[in-house]
T-cell receptor
């Protein structure tokens, strides 16, 4: 069973800092990996999707990388803003399944 | 293009009752998945439907069931509610079937179920 871990569980940074969120997974037979953002009491917003054949994806100030051999993905947020404050979730889909396996998330607070 | 919609947004039920939640996927999406989110367990997969067929099921008791209609709308039902069923229930849709497709999943706002 695919296990996904996110470190750190919580992070507080001042506005303007660049930051990295980490995600690790146990089954390297990964089909794709998706990063989401969740605001309190809300649903999930898809940020980036990386296919297993890709090494990274970029969208605006966000860059996600994937290293299947080490079972790791990182989400890089450049020039953080208070509006980036949310919980960030990483989810991996294995080759054998249809379900997304989620980490517990990293709660990010960006202070003005 | 409208996103994934879920109704109702909030529900309060008592133990032993049953509940039905509804999900309308993004137009053209044929795959619908359901997830339960709780503070302790995080997000856990319930089941996934494609073309009215359940293709995969998570590790939940038989009290949790679902179905998908020909227009891809989906419902999930929980019978004999327990206190531990209190959670945010999220529905996600994706364009195509099978794990061999680029299946970016888009989530709805969720239904907050409280069991008293």
């Amino acid at each position: 069973k695919q296990e996904v871990t996110q470190i750190p569980a919580a992070l507080s940074v001042p506005e303007g800092e660049n930051l990295v969120l980490n995600c690790s997974f146990t089954d390297s037979a990964i089909y794709n990996l998706q990063w989401f953002r969740q605001d309190p009491g809300k649903g999930l917003t898809s940020l980036l999707l990386i296919q297993s054949s890709q090494r990274e994806q970029t969208s605006g100030r966000l860059n996600a990388s994937l290293d299947k051999s080490s079972g790791r993905s990182t989400l890089y947020i450049a020039a953080s803003q208070p509006g980036d404050s949310a919980t960030y979730l990483c989810a991996a889909r294995s080759n054998s399944g249809y379900a997304l396996n989620f980490g517990k998330g990293t709660s990010l607070l960006v202070t003005p | 293009k409208a996103g994934v919609t879920q109704t109702p947004r909030y529900l309060i039920k008592t133990r032993g009752q049953q509940v039905t939640l509804s999900c309308s996927p993004i137009s053209g999406h044929r795959s619908v998945s359901w997830y339960q989110q709780t503070p302790g367990q995080g997000l856990q997969f319930l089941f996934e439907y494609f073309s009215e067929t359940q293709r995969n099921k998570g590790n939940f008791p038989g009290r949790f069931s679902g179905r998908q209609f020909s227009n891809s709308r989906s419902e999930m039902n929980v019978s004999t509610l327990e206190l531990g069923d209190s959670a945010l229930y999220l529905c996600a849709s994706s364009l195509a079937g099978g794990p061999r497709f680029i299946n970016e999943q888009f989530f709805g706002p969720g239904t907050r179920l409280t069991v008293l």
